[in-house]
Nanobody, 118 residues
Framework: VQLVESGGGSVQPGGSLRLSCAAS????????MRWYRQAPGKERELVAG????????NYADSVKGRFTISREHAKNTVYLQMKSLKPEDTAVYYC????????????WGQGTQVTVSS
């Protein structure tokens, strides 16, 4: 099982980035997906989530209207489009896959760094 994030980097405030998370080794279409982030000295926080079918999405208040989560089943990939980036968006961004409640199965990616600075 692998979740491989890419697309991170350094950008100026107001800029955009698109993160990708390529999944392999499990049934991607049956898993809900999330993006988390963790800034230095802070707890990991949920940024956005998308249901297995891609119908339902949810966002942290801090990113609503700026970030968009989407998924492409043909490529086993989930995306996070980030616009109007702010310095406080600086963090390591992690991809997370999960399925089930009682018998929960979940996987984490290794993370990709996003730095927003002038």
């Amino acid at each position: 099982v692998q979740l491989v994030e890419s697309g991170g980097g350094s950008v100026q405030p107001g800029g955009s980035l698109r993160l990708s998370c390529a999944a392999s080794g499990f049934s991607f279409s049956s898993f809900a997906m999330r993006w988390y982030r963790q800034a230095p000295g802070k707890e990991r926080e949920l940024v956005a989530g998308i249901s297995s079918a891609g119908v339902n999405t949810n966002y942290a208040d801090s990113v609503k209207g700026r970030f968009t989560i989407s998924r492409e089943h043909a490529k086993n990939t989930v995306y996070l489009q980030m616009k109007s980036l702010k310095p406080e968006d600086t963090a390591v961004y992690y991809c997370y896959a999960h399925r089930g409640v009682v018998n929960r199965i979940d996987y984490w990616g290794q993370g990709t760094q996003v730095t927003v600075s002038s």
